[in-house]
């Protein structure tokens, strides 16, 4: 599904922002993407979409990210931005939600349909025609979610999806994410979330991989996440 | 209270106002653009002396208020903004137009208080039919309505960023001044020191938001073109509406209603 | 410096709709050319920032008073004139919509009194000429220099325009009894000092920027060298001054404001002489001053008062009409009380 061939990039030279990364994420994963600030994740993220270019190949479906392919890809990938705010530049959530679908040419009736199929699934249906800027954080972060399904991507990435939520909100989140089917990438340092959500977890440490693999044996090395910056999740952390 | 935030819960109040249900709300937004504008030009475009003919225009927003159910305590807390532009305009005449214009009793009324008195009555109807036009249309209909109209897209669609933008930063300039003001007891505003870094950290971040608000409208296909929801069809009704109140303008333009009624008791 | 609708006469706010949108128009065209799709989100932002900047109170030194921000000026230097007039219009339309700050009619008058001056004339004639003049030098204080000269004179500059722009607006629509001379010298001075606080935020701003992220800024070098002072910045630079200058002329005749109106309307054989200066105690109370006032009004206003010039009893000033509207007021009342008595039923029925 997402294929990363030796990719390395830097903004300015001899300060390598990533550098050498391989992986592959299969159709269908959910994949937690971890590391300390500055370790890689967000750019690792824009690379994916195409908002830089480095250098090394990076595959979506088989088709490698290029100029040329970025409306193909980006219809196949959904982003969630951290701030909400941005995500959701239009007055209200419906029409925030029917701003992807109609770019991409989806008939108004069809566009109807999903607006009202993900905002059942979600079970935001009352958030609909609210204004962007009078809901609540925890609403905005699902009504983002939804405007990104409402596109029916194939592949979700999630930049902190629960960073600034009361544990209400959050645990609405990480359920909502959880009963997604879509092969998800997530970024976040929010380990408990994590651990919730994601089946392996890919992590970055100074740009490069540091460690790959299935969740609850990489977010269990108390001694692997110590050594880059990061800390057990609370919820296998103990007592002290 | 800071002013930012006086600034936010005016916003609010507009818009909550604004999606309310009412005959009004319910009227196409074209009509009640349309509307609005040949009622201020009516009411600008009488004498300055014609006090009463602007007495009966008073009228249209009275029904307005009635028919919405719009408090009209909030449109008149706002006068407070421009008003103060219009009187000071305003108050000179009496003192250079002195020639009495008519009698009450036998206390002579100058020419100059009408005209201050008319223009003041102007600058509350004006106000106040703006005001209603925005308490019972939401912004995103105005939008629809105005590209409908044949504004330019490029206007509209930056108009109705930047008013989802507007609420956005001035919560930030809302933080930041309280920050500052716990840290600089005392002071009323921003030190001289401070003048540039103030607004100039918020426009560096601001920068990097819009580059961000790029990037995801990027993601989502945007190549140009912004889709608005639909609006409701034009109806009958709204055309009628239309073309009644243009109609009642303009006869109460032309025949002062007002002396009218009065003739029939006073001779 | 908002007008208000009711500030204006229909033809003259029409005018200034038919000058604005003209402006809009062209600058609409011109952005669609350089096709900058970035721009929009950019334009959006920094128009927002404006806005929720006009509401910050900036201490001025010295004084227990506090300045503001306009932002015409600094959306021109960010922006660029055209992408900074349309987000002037934006941030108009909001203030004359969300919080009736202007009016809806007044909305052309008010674009062009602050959109099209700061904007247009700032950038073209202030800032473009001194940012590419290479005044005062090269290297870095030089560009700070140019970088604080343009703002300060751009937003005095501008300011004078519109406050100008304003008391002519309101003569011609034939609204006040002021005399167009008295209105100016009432107006310009207290914009002058409005606009030298504005100059003074504006450029710190605008300094913060330079020295944190330079590129942002338009016609500004990011690294400045040496380079020749071109011949067609200075005589725009010069042009600027001339204007300035100008401007604090036009000031001091304003406080002699029968020479200003004698200048503009040439009004010798009316003999006018008589001080209206606002210094005077028997400042326009006389009657004879009055009448004169009149007469320059009559003569002055291009649009006079339409129907009403010579009525010995002009329609809507008669007891009847007096009597008229109070039934009118009655009228009102009982519209209230059925809207209220309508109301109620309704939620005792729901």
């Not at chain 1, 930049?159 to 009963?179: F, G, K, Q």
């Not at chain 2, 909550?16 to 937004?29: D, G, K, M, V």
């Not at chain 2, 219009?86 to 206390?107: K, Q």
């Not at chain 2, 004006?126 to 249309?137: H, N, R, V």
Request: with cysteine; glycine share 8%.
């Amino acid at each position: 599904m997402i294929e990363f061939r030796n990719v390395s990039f830097s903004y300015e030279k001899d300060t390598p922002v990533l550098q050498d990364l391989s992986f592959r994420i299969d159709a269908g994963e959910s994949v937690g993407l971890i590391g300390a600030n500055g370790a890689g994740k967000s750019t690792l993220m824009k690379l994916l979409l195409g908002l830089l270019q480095g250098q090394g190949e990076i595959l979506v479906d088989g088709l490698a990210v290029s100029k040329a392919t970025l409306p193909e890809i980006r219809r196949r990938l959904g982003f969630v931005l951290q701030n909400s705010d941005h995500q959701m530049f239009m007055p209200t959530v419906y029409e925030d939600m029917i701003f992807a679908p109609l770019n991409y040419g989806v008939s108004r009736e069809e566009t109807e349909q999903r607006v009202d199929a993900v905002l059942e699934q979600l079970g935001l249906t009352a958030l609909k025609h609210r204004h962007n800027h009078k809901i609540s954080g925890g609403e905005k972060r699902m009504a983002a979610i939804a405007t990104v399904l409402a596109m029916e991507p194939e592949v979700i990435l999630m930049d902190e999806p629960t960073s600034a939520l009361d544990p209400y909100n959050r645990r609405i989140v990480i359920n909502t994410i959880c009963s997604l089917s879509q092969t998800r990438l997530i970024a976040s340092h929010d380990l408990d979330m994590i651990l919730d959500t994601c089946d392996r977890v890919i992590l970055l440490s100074q740009g490069r991989i540091a460690a790959d693999g299935p969740a609850r044996e990489i977010l269990r090395d108390r001694a692997l996440l110590e050594a880059h910056r990061m800390e057990l999740p609370f919820c296998l952390a103990g007592r002290e | 209270m800071n002013k930012s935030e006086q600034a936010l819960s005016a916003l609010a109040e507009m818009d909550e106002l604004a999606a309310r249900q009412s005959p009004i709300h319910r009227l196409h937004p074209i009509a009640k653009l349309l509307v609005t504008i040949a009622y201020i030009f009516t009411v600008v475009s009488f004498g300055k002396y014609q006090l009463s003919g602007l007495a009966v225009m008073a009228l249209y927003p009275v029904l307005l208020f009635q028919l919405s159910g719009i408090p009209a305590r909030t449109c008149f807390h706002k006068l407070r903004i421009v008003l103060p532009l219009v009187m000071a305009v305003g108050l000179f005449n009496p003192f250079f137009d002195r020639s009495p214009l008519l009698y009450l009793g036998t206390v002579p009324v100058s020419g100059g208080v009408i005209s201050m008195l008319s223009l003041m009555v102007k600058g509350v109807l004006c106000l106040t039919a703006s005001f209603l036009l925005i308490a019972a249309t939401p912004i995103d209909s105005l939008c629809a309505a105005l590209r409908r109209l044949h504004v330019p897209s490029l206007l509209v669609t930056l108009l109705l960023l930047t008013y989802r933008y507007v609420g956005v930063m001035t919560e930030e300039v809302s933080i930041m001044t309280d920050a500052y003001r716990l840290r600089a007891p005392g002071q009323k505003g921003i030190h001289i020191s401070a003048w540039g870094s103030f607004l100039g950290q918020l426009l560096l971040r601001s920068m990097d938001r819009a580059q961000e608000l790029y990037a995801s409208m990027l993601l989502r296909g945007y190549h140009g073109h912004f889709h608005y929801a639909a609006v409701n069809p034009f109806r009958p009704a709204d055309g009628a509406y239309l073309v009644c109140c243009i109609a009642v303008f303009a006869l109460l333009r032309f025949v002062n209603v007002a002396e009218l009624l009065g003739r029939l008791l006073v001779r | 410096m908002h007008m208000a609708d009711a500030l204006l006469a229909p033809a003259v706010a029409a005018t200034m709709y038919a000058a604005s949108g003209v402006t809009a128009g062209i600058s609409i065209h011109k952005l669609r050319k350089d096709d900058e799709p970035q721009k929009l989100p950019t334009m959006a932002v920094t128009a927002a920032l404006v806005f929720a900047g006009q509401m910050i109170n900036y201490t001025i030194p010295g004084t227990g008073s506090s300045g503001h921000m306009c932002g015409g000026m600094l959306l021109s230097a960010l922006l660029g004139p055209q992408a900074g007039f349309l987000s002037m219009i934006v941030i108009l339309a909001i203030q004359c919509l969300f919080f009736a700050d202007g009016g809806l009619l007044a909305l052309g008058a008010n674009v062009w009194n602050m959109a099209f001056y700061g904007c247009f004339v700032g950038y073209y004639l202030i800032w473009r000429p001194i940012q590419t003049g290479r005044w005062f030098g090269s290297g870095k204080s030089a560009q700070r220099a140019r970088i604080i000269a343009a703002s300060i004179i751009g937003c005095i500059v501008t300011l004078q325009l519109g406050a100008f722009s304003v008391v002519l607006e309101t003569s011609l629509s034939g609204i006040t009894e002021l005399p167009f001379g008295a209105f100016c010298a009432l107006m310009q001075p207290i914009h002058l000092a409005i606009g030298l606080v504005e100059g003074l935020i504006t450029s710190a701003v605008l300094l913060f920027v330079y020295e944190s992220r330079p590129q942002l800024l338009r016609d500004v070098d990011p690294a400045p060298g040496a380079a020749k002072r071109s011949l067609k910045s200075t005589i725009a630079v010069l042009a600027v001054l001339v204007l300035v200058v100008g401007g604090g002329l036009s000031l001091l005749a304003s406080s002699n404001p029968d020479g200003l109106e004698w200048a503009l309307f040439g009004n010798e054989d009316a003999g006018y002489s008589q001080n209206m200066g606002l210094d005077e105690e028997d400042y326009g109370v006389s009657s004879d001053a009055a009448d004169k006032a009149g007469s320059i009004q009559e003569a002055t206003a291009f649009l006079p008062d339409y129907a009403f010039a010579d009525n010995d009893t002009p329609v809507g000033t008669t007891v009847s009409g007096i009597v008229g509207s109070v039934m009118v007021a009655g009228v009102a009342v009982l519209i209230c009380l059925a809207g209220g008595f309508f109301r109620k039923r309704k939620t005792a029925a729901g």
